[in-house]
Protein backbone atom coordinates (compact mmCIF):
# COMPACT_ATOMS: atom_id res chain seq x y z
CA UNK A 1 0.00 0.00 0.00
CA UNK A 2 1.39 3.42 -0.88
CA UNK A 3 1.89 5.69 1.58
CA UNK A 4 -0.13 9.00 2.03
CA UNK A 5 1.54 12.48 2.30
CA UNK A 6 0.18 16.00 2.93
CA UNK A 7 0.90 17.58 0.56
CA UNK A 8 -1.33 15.19 -2.33
CA UNK A 9 -4.66 15.62 -0.45
CA UNK A 10 -5.93 13.66 -3.47
CA UNK A 11 -8.48 11.02 -2.14
CA UNK A 12 -7.08 7.03 -1.27
CA UNK A 13 -9.32 5.16 -3.89
CA UNK A 14 -10.51 1.88 -2.16
CA UNK A 15 -11.18 -1.00 -4.87
CA UNK A 16 -13.67 -3.53 -3.08
CA UNK A 17 -14.04 -6.79 -5.39
CA UNK A 18 -17.03 -9.00 -6.44
CA UNK A 19 -18.33 -12.07 -4.90
CA UNK A 20 -16.35 -14.14 -7.78
CA UNK A 21 -12.85 -12.56 -7.91
CA UNK A 22 -10.55 -11.20 -5.43
CA UNK A 23 -8.62 -7.96 -5.09
CA UNK A 24 -6.24 -9.03 -7.77
CA UNK A 25 -8.94 -8.35 -10.08
CA UNK A 26 -8.26 -4.29 -9.34
CA UNK A 27 -4.37 -4.85 -10.17
CA UNK A 28 -4.79 -2.50 -13.87
CA UNK A 29 -7.09 0.01 -12.62
CA UNK A 30 -4.29 -0.03 -9.35
CA UNK A 31 -1.69 0.55 -11.98
CA UNK A 32 -3.38 3.19 -13.71
CA UNK A 33 -4.58 5.56 -10.77
CA UNK A 34 -1.11 5.13 -9.63
CA UNK A 35 0.62 6.41 -11.89
CA UNK A 36 -1.87 9.60 -11.94
CA UNK A 37 -0.75 9.85 -8.37
CA UNK A 38 -3.81 8.08 -6.16
CA UNK A 39 -2.78 6.20 -3.34
CA UNK A 40 -4.61 3.09 -4.05
CA UNK A 41 -6.02 -0.03 -1.57
CA UNK A 42 -8.00 -3.06 -2.64
CA UNK A 43 -8.50 -5.12 0.57
CA UNK A 44 -8.86 -8.53 -0.34
CA UNK A 45 -12.29 -9.79 1.57
CA UNK A 46 -12.91 -12.75 3.95
CA UNK A 47 -16.04 -13.84 1.91
CA UNK A 48 -17.60 -14.88 5.64
CA UNK A 49 -20.46 -13.03 5.04
CA UNK A 50 -21.99 -9.35 4.02
CA UNK A 51 -21.76 -8.31 7.90
CA UNK A 52 -18.53 -9.46 8.62
CA UNK A 53 -16.79 -8.24 5.20
CA UNK A 54 -18.27 -5.03 5.92
CA UNK A 55 -17.11 -4.73 9.39
CA UNK A 56 -13.68 -5.50 7.79
CA UNK A 57 -13.87 -2.88 5.66
CA UNK A 58 -15.12 -0.55 8.16
CA UNK A 59 -11.82 -1.33 10.51
CA UNK A 60 -9.90 -0.41 7.31
CA UNK A 61 -11.42 2.68 6.80
CA UNK A 62 -11.09 4.00 10.03
CA UNK A 63 -7.11 3.45 9.56
CA UNK A 64 -7.41 5.68 6.13
CA UNK A 65 -6.04 9.31 6.93
CA UNK A 66 -7.74 11.65 4.56
CA UNK A 67 -10.64 11.14 2.14
CA UNK A 68 -11.75 8.02 0.77
CA UNK A 69 -13.29 7.08 -2.72
CA UNK A 70 -14.95 3.80 -2.65
CA UNK A 71 -15.88 1.90 -5.61
CA UNK A 72 -17.52 -1.47 -5.26
CA UNK A 73 -18.15 -4.11 -8.16
CA UNK A 74 -20.92 -6.57 -7.85
CA UNK A 75 -20.95 -7.88 -4.01
CA UNK A 76 -18.26 -5.23 -2.92
CA UNK A 77 -20.89 -2.79 -3.76
CA UNK A 78 -23.23 -4.54 -1.37
CA UNK A 79 -20.48 -4.74 1.04
CA UNK A 80 -20.14 -0.67 0.89
CA UNK A 81 -23.39 -0.35 1.36
CA UNK A 82 -23.52 -1.80 4.45
CA UNK A 83 -21.00 -0.12 6.04
CA UNK A 84 -22.21 1.08 9.21
CA UNK A 85 -22.07 4.69 10.14
CA UNK A 86 -18.85 6.71 9.24
CA UNK A 87 -15.34 6.29 10.87
CA UNK A 88 -14.77 8.77 12.86
CA UNK A 89 -13.91 12.04 11.91
CA UNK A 90 -15.25 11.91 8.42
CA UNK A 91 -18.01 13.45 6.30
CA UNK A 92 -19.70 10.20 4.39
CA UNK A 93 -22.33 11.14 1.53
CA UNK A 94 -23.72 7.77 -0.35
CA UNK A 95 -23.82 8.28 -4.27
CA UNK A 96 -25.45 8.17 -6.76
CA UNK A 97 -23.25 10.69 -8.15
Same mark, same amino acid.
Given at each position: ?? #?? =????????? =?? #????????? $?? /?? #????? +?? +? @?? =? *??? &? %?????????? $? %??? %????? +?? &?? &? *??? *? @?? $??? !?? *??? /??? @?????????? !? &??
Amino acid at each position: MA #VY =TDRSRRAWH =TL #VHGAFADAS $SW /NG #VVTRL +QK +Q @GY =T *VVA &P %ALAMRGLSTD $S %AYL %ASLLG +QI &PG &P *VVL *V @GH $SYG !GA *VIS /NVR @GCPRGRRCRR !G &PW
